[in-house]
Nanobody
Framework: QVQLVESGGGLVQPGGSLRLSCLAS????????MSWYRQGPGKERELVAT????????NYGDSVNGRFTISRDNAKNTVWLQMNSLKPEDTAVYYC?????????WGQGTQVTVSK
């Protein structure tokens, strides 16, 4: 079955950095547009970043543009989210999403907490 497994979350101080990873299995990775979403406490899930199938195009939410970078390696079935200059408002559960021609899949999420 399809699995998306996120890792790399944790506790970081404001201004710090984290790198999230999402390892996919059970699907043909290059057929899927990959995205990171997040859901903060009491908030709706929001799109953080998207990368097209072969990495040619990326798109970011306004609140993270210029601070976060999404990348992928189709040979490793992995997508990353490099997060720099983290702010307390970036605190959320971060989810990996694979969106294909017929199906969409979600990971279980990884917690990111930005606090002193």
């Amino acid at each position: 079955q399809v699995q998306l497994v996120e890792s790399g979350g944790g506790l970081v101080q404001p201004g710090g950095s984290l790198r999230l990873s999402c390892l996919a299995s059970g699907l043909t990775f290059r057929q899927y547009r990959m995205s990171w979403y997040r859901q903060g406490p009491g908030k709706e899930r929001e799109l953080v970043a998207t990368i097209t199938n072969f990495g040619g195009l990326t798109n970011y939410g306004d609140s993270v543009n210029g601070r976060f970078t999404i990348s992928r390696d189709n040979a490793k079935n992995t997508v990353w989210l490099q997060m720099n200059s983290l702010k307390p408002e970036d605190t959320a559960v971060y989810y990996c999403n694979a969106n294909g021609p017929l199906n969409s899949y979600w990971g279980q999420g990884t917690q990111v907490t930005v606090s002193k």
